[in-house]
């Protein structure tokens, strides 16, 4: 076995040990469910795209945060060249929040303690309102008037915002955003909050700076990840930065693993969030399998790296198709969970196509073990082993191809050891409760 360990965030206190081959020599993986990560807090549904606000009715609220058990929605600041909700300080043009207002509306009839995450919508280079930038960027006072004129508004209409975020994808907008700025529009953002012209409440939660791919790669003046985050450590004002967020792709070359973790490492204990998860094909060509794998990987990568929140951008939960079936199952395996420490014959880490890659979680003494076999090899069947503890009752899987999906019970050996048929092109669920 190739033992490498998982890096996890200093928000995991448990760090995971180094495994001899002797403990599970005649297995092909090695489940170890009392060394946890960190807690999996929040899945979130994004209505930013277009008509998704006006689609989301009562019905649909319904099964996203009772049946699903979504706990976040993520919801559109406008103010942009397509939006101009936001025409000069003080104005609001109502018009332009109507659907998202009736999705806030059907989502907190669904979900009483729903979080509202408020986030700049982007547009390219007409991503701000006029009056709020030059040809230097933003100018923070103006920007904080706005932000301050769109949570009076929401507060108007019997809604607070629980996560702020000022940017999004700064490397692709007009704001030349830097952490000086940040903080700047952040404090008169709470000294407009204390005047006696509003009566809007501070959100408590500031969240960024909502960089692509953590920032890797991109210059053009903005915020850069990690940097970013030691911008404003360095000049002491970690106050202004209460989580951090980036959009975190499964493309090839949007993918830079290494970016991520020093993101993560540099956001220190704050709470690490993916706010903007895609899947699909964007990146990839037509095989399916393929494009869930790295889907799927692309989110390992996120949790292994410590993050603890995720807003979907194009959710799908439908059973008919294989993207709206693991969306559905992946968000539903991993809410209020925590990661648990696998090893296979790949190695613990490994996320690379053609390999073995093997993931579990642990909700109370609940197990979903998730395993992705994009390789030429058939495990027939494979073997699974818990280092520690004894499985209760029976262990069932779901598994995918390209063509449709099939359930069963694995093989229960003893009450530490099970196999299931691994074969090649597939993705499995398996699920299993440990002995109280």
């Known amino acids: 076995m190739n033992f490498s360990r998982i890096i996890i965030s200093i928000t995991a206190l448990l760090l995971l040990p180094f495994v001899s081959k002797s403990d599970g020599a005649d297995s092909d993986a090695i489940i170890y469910p009392d060394t946890q990560g960190a807690k999996i807090t929040d899945w979130g549904y994004d209505i930013h795209q277009p008509m998704k606000a006006k689609r989301l009715t009562p019905k649909l609220a319904k099964e996203l945060f009772v049946t699903d058990q979504m706990t976040c929605l993520r919801v559109a600041i406008y103010g942009d060249d397509k939006h101009q909700a936001h025409p000069s300080p003080g104005v609001v043009v109502e018009s332009y929040y109507a659907d998202q207002l009736s999705a806030m509306t059907n989502s907190r009839n669904a979900k009483s303690n729903i979080l509202f995450f408020a986030n700049k919508i982007l547009d390219g280079t007409t991503t701000f309102p006029h009056w709020c930038k030059n040809s230097d960027g933003i100018l923070p006072l103006a920007y904080a008037r706005m932000l301050a004129d769109y949570l009076q508004f929401m507060k108007m209409h019997s809604f607070s915002i629980d996560i702020l975020g000022i940017n999004c994808e700064p490397e692709a907008n007009e704001s030349m955003f830097t952490a000086a700025k940040h903080k700047a529009t952040i404090d008169e953002l709470r000294r407009l909050s204390k005047s006696p012209e509003f009566s809007f409440i501070m959100p408590p939660h500031i969240i960024g700076p909502d960089t692509i ?5 991109f210059a053009q003046g903005n915020a850069k990840g990690a940097q970013f985050i030691k911008d404003l450590k360095d000049t002491g004002n970690r106050s202004c930065l209460d989580m951090v967020g980036t959009h975190y792709y499964h493309g090839d070359s949007w993918r830079p693993r290494s970016s991520l973790e020093d993101f993560c490492h540099e956001a220190g204990n704050r709470p690490k969030w993916n706010t903007e998860l895609h899947w699909g094909k964007r990146y990839q060509g037509n095989d399916v399998i393929e494009n869930a794998e790295k889907s799927m990987d692309t989110l390992f990568d996120c949790i ?24 559905h199952r992946l968000t539903l395996s991993t809410l209020h969970s925590r990661p648990i420490d696998m090893d296979d014959l790949d190695g613990r880490s490994i996320i690379v196509p053609g390999h073995l890659v093997t993931r579990g979680f642990r909700k109370s003494q609940d197990i979903t073990l998730w395993v992705i076999n994009n390789s030429n090899a058939v495990y027939a069947p494979c073997k699974f082993r818990l280092a520690t ?18 359930t069963g019970a694995a093989t229960r050996i003893d009450k530490q050891n099970f196999s299931v048929g691994i074969p090649v092109k597939t993705l499995t669920q398996i699920s299993f409760s440990l002995t109280p």
Do not use: H, P
């Not at 791919?213 to 790669?217: F, K, L």
């Not at 790296?305 to 993207?323: C, H, I, N, P, Q």
């Not at 209760?392 to 449709?404: E, F, H, L, P, S």
């Open 304 to 327: 292994d790296a410590g993050m603890t929140g995720f807003v979907w951008w194009s959710y799908k939960r439908t059973e008919d198709d294989l993207a709206g079936s693991l969306n």
């Open 389 to 406: 503890q004894s499985i209760a009752d029976k262990v069932v899987y779901t598994q995918w191809t390209a063509t449709g999906s099939k």
């Open 213 to 217: 791919t953590c920032g890797y790669g």
